[in-house]
């Protein structure tokens, strides 16, 4: 191969004339290089996250836009807001009225498979969580209302999260229902874990 052919600085015809004007002033090696634009999509994209990054900056900075704190207090009040109303009266009544109901406890089991099974197996005995059929409770007494506080608000250190704000008023009722269908049934699983609640 010649050397024309191999060193392309001294071959000026292999430029075309209109790259000629885009020609840098310097080489590396012998090559030269063209000053090409940017694409245009790249150049609307870079342009458009500087405006986007002045008028986000200018809101929340500026402008009067919600900090963390006031989007995570909105969150909350939301949340409560979707909370079954009365629960100590309406909710629970309701609940008592339907002890021992048939469909209304199948109902609730088929919730409890979709939402507590994981942690306290399928039949409640007990698995990440405590058994469910015998007569201890870890939190509160095993009556209808604490187990509604604690499905509804969660236990934190023991990671199970807050259902209250995620299951409506009439899935709650049928799940409390089903949950109260287990205590003492006594399945082999976890062992008695918390404080011995019997009913009364």
Known sequence: ????????EIQPNLILDDEKAMLL????????ELDNPLPKWWQIIFYGTIVFTVLYI????FGGGPSLRQEMESDLARIEAMRPKNAGGDLLAAVQSALGD???IAEGQASYAGKCASCHADQGQGLIGPN?????????DGSAGEIYKVVADGVADKGMP??????????????LVYLL?????MRAGKPPEGVEHKPN
């Open 1 to 8: 191969m010649s050397d024309e052919i191999k060193n392309p």
């Open 25 to 32: 002033n310097h080489n590396y090696d012998g090559i030269q």
């Open 58 to 61: 200018g809101y929340y900075e």
């Open 102 to 104: 048939a469909a209304v």
């Open 132 to 140: 469910l059929t015998d007569y201890h409770w870890i939190h509160g």
């Open 162 to 175: 807050p259902w209250g704000a995620v299951i409506p008023a009439d899935e709650m009722k049928s799940l």
């Open 181 to 185: 269908s287990l205590r003492g049934q």
